[in-house]
């Protein structure tokens, strides 16, 4: 879901290059590489990239097709109007998550990471009761502008454009979690679809995409 708008601002961008039609579904990550596993017909995969390295391992993405997309980082947010609390430094999102009612973090790699990071504070123990995790393909965002989550953690991307938060900022250099989101070829594309698949991923990893990218809160990778 992080890369589901800059994906759409890509194809757009990709349209007028080429005749051939490009329909992106955008699903939670979990739930995108269980259906491709389980023998989905899909002409492209887009994931994290160790996701798409087991996809990979697993025979359902082209090895040699694998193309590194955007480096996406975490950012925190609150309710639009809430009480801003202090992220500028390790210590000081470690104090926010104490003392907060609720948190909220994906079921992506970003929450992965942050759950590892809880633990190395210490603290999973204490605020395992006020931890909130959506379900795949519900933004946490959403729930923190709901008030049903006070603090949240997401990839920027998927914060900036929902309505009714206050996006804090990126979390600080030290504790930073930085996705790479990769694409890669299914081995159930026809050929001729894998390699039309492959035009669109080099449009995508190229100069010209760059832009795009960053307006959607990403790097280019």
Known sequence: MATRQVLADLVAAYAPRSDVPVVIESVGGVDAARRVLAGEAFDVVILASDAIDKLIAAGCVVADSKVDLVHSGVAVAVRAGAPRPDIGSEAAVRAAVLVARSVGYSTGPSGVALARLFERWGIAGEIAARLVTPPPGVPVGSLVARGEVELG??????????????????????????????????????????????????FMASPAAADAKRRQGMDPA
């Open 153 to 202: 953690f997401q990839q920027f991307s998927e914060l900036i454009n929902l309505d009714g938060l206050d996006v804090l900022g990126p979390l600080p250099p030290a504790i930073q979690i930085t996705t790479t989101f990769s694409a890669g070829v299914c081995t159930s594309a026809a050929p001729a679809r894998a390699a039309a698949v492959r035009e669109m991923l080099a």
